[in-house]
């Protein structure tokens, strides 16, 4: 059973362009959740995403930042008009159906904006 | 505001010794908490989730208490290897999904 996947792994972008960062869940979980990571800083919660729906994107950045789960391919993460304080990690964790507590992470987006 | 403080210094230790980490939070009365594993250029790796009323709980040579009044977690790694070096965090609940982290306390196990 594969983990959580992400892509890309490592993403630059020059200040003002789009990031996408693109989030699989493991196998059999419809919950996903994008935790935002600073250097020297613990993750920070930023949305919680079921299939077509957002649940609470209550740690979102009211603009620029945009996410979505639809019903069929991956969860995206969209940042328009980067600015260098956006660069970070981004990491998408997964949980099965009724069990968000126990919260699977993939291996992270590194966002470099120049 | 809910605040989680994990030991700011790093922990450098002997091979075969035992690590101890420290968690306390406040401003919450959290039902459990977690601790994770996280590797350089990796994601966070779940490791034991400990709930308010258990007072201790054991995987392998780790080992977690949770004292509700203190406020506090203590993460122990006996008999410590190289292998166990890596930042390890500790979570807490918001809610039923939201998980607040701290900034991790970095161990490095000395041969």
């Known amino acids: 059973n594969a983990g959580v996947m992400q892509n890309p792994r490592h993403l630059v972008r020059r200040r003002g362009q789009e990031a996408r960062l693109r989030c699989s869940p493991m196998k059999g979980h419809s919950h996903v959740y994008w935790y935002r990571q600073l250097p020297e800083e613990g993750l920070k919660f930023m949305v919680y995403?079921?299939?077509?729906?957002?649940?609470?994107e209550s740690g979102m950045p009211k603009e620029r930042f945009s996410a979505e789960f639809p019903k069929e391919g991956p969860s995206i993460l969209r940042i328009q008009q980067v600015v260098r304080g956006d660069s970070a990690a981004y990491f998408c964790?997964?949980?099965?159906?009724?069990?968000?507590?126990?919260?699977?992470f993939g291996p992270g987006t590194r966002l470099t904006v120049t | 505001s809910q605040k989680i403080e994990q030991n700011s210094e790093a922990l450098n230790i002997q091979e075969g010794k035992t690590a101890t980490l420290t968690c306390n939070y406040t401003n919450y009365s959290p039902a459990y908490l977690q601790w994770y594993r996280q590797d350089p250029g990796r994601g966070p790796v779940f490791l034991l989730l400990?709930?308010?009323?258990?007072k201790e709980k054991r995987k392998e040579r780790l080992k977690v208490t949770f004292d509700t009044t203190l406020k506090q977690s203590l993460f122990h790694i006996t008999a410590s290897q190289p292998a166990d070096s890596a930042t390890y965090l500790c979570?807490?609940?918001?809610?039923?999904?939201?998980?607040?982290f701290g900034a991790g306390t970095t161990v490095t196990v000395r041969a």
């Open positions: 995403l079921q299939k077509e729906n957002i649940i609470d």
């Open positions: 964790a997964s949980s099965p159906p009724a069990k968000s507590y126990e919260q699977y």
């Open positions: 400990i709930r308010e009323n258990e």
């Open positions: 979570a807490l609940p918001l809610n039923d999904y939201k998980l607040s």
